[in-house]
């Protein structure tokens, strides 16, 4: 992605959990300490380009400063339900930019068996959403209303993904209605 990609910024602007692994001296702000000193454990969450520098920058190379925690997004219970039945998961609830979000977060956790979920949840659930973004519309060519529903569960690639089903399948159309003339 590029540095002027609003999907990016967004991304890179979800709050992820984590925690010092010490004491930092004027950061007591942070949790609305009364103490101006960050006490070495205390949770927090902070913005992902901001956590993740922190992270892999610390100075103390044995034990990095800061240590990052997986968002409730990507929790076991969302893992689960993703390998269950993952087009029923609505991960627009859990972040606006699941897919994105969760890619950047693997690169740092390296967690092959989520890994493996997330690429078979992407796959059968683009399957389901150039399906509905191909047959949505009727004759007026507009979204249906019941593409509405199944639109509020999509993360913003998914919608990306679904915009361009729906665009192509209505130049197919318009395509096919020209050359019946």
């Known amino acids: 992605m590029s540095y002027y990609d609003v999907d990016a910024i967004l991304t890179d602007a979800q709050k992820i959990p984590c925690h010092f692994t010490l004491a930092v001296p004027g950061l007591g702000h942070l949790d609305a300490s ?4 960050l006490k070495a454990s205390t949770p927090l969450s ?3 380009w901001l956590a993740e520098t922190v992270a892999l920058n610390s100075p103390t190379p044995p034990k990095p400063m800061l240590s990052l925690d997986l968002p409730e997004a990507l929790s076991p219970a969302v893992i689960a339900a993703l390998k269950a039945s993952p087009t029923s998961v609505d991960l627009r609830a859990q972040a606006p930019y699941f897919f994105a979000l969760a890619a950047r977060l693997l ?10 979920v997330l690429q078979d949840a992407f796959k059968k659930r683009s399957r389901e959403i150039v399906d509905h973004g191909s047959n949505v519309g009727g004759r007026s060519g507009g979204v249906a209303a019941e593409a509405v529903d199944f639109l509020r569960g999509l993360d913003e690639e998914e919608r990306k993904l679904f915009k361009v089903a729906h665009e192509s399948a209505k130049a197919a159309k318009a395509w096919l209605d020209d050359e019946k003339r």
């Open 34 to 37: 009364s103490t101006p000193t």
């Open 46 to 48: 902070l913005p992902l």
């Open 107 to 116: 690169a740092l956790f390296d967690d092959e068996p989520m890994l493996a």
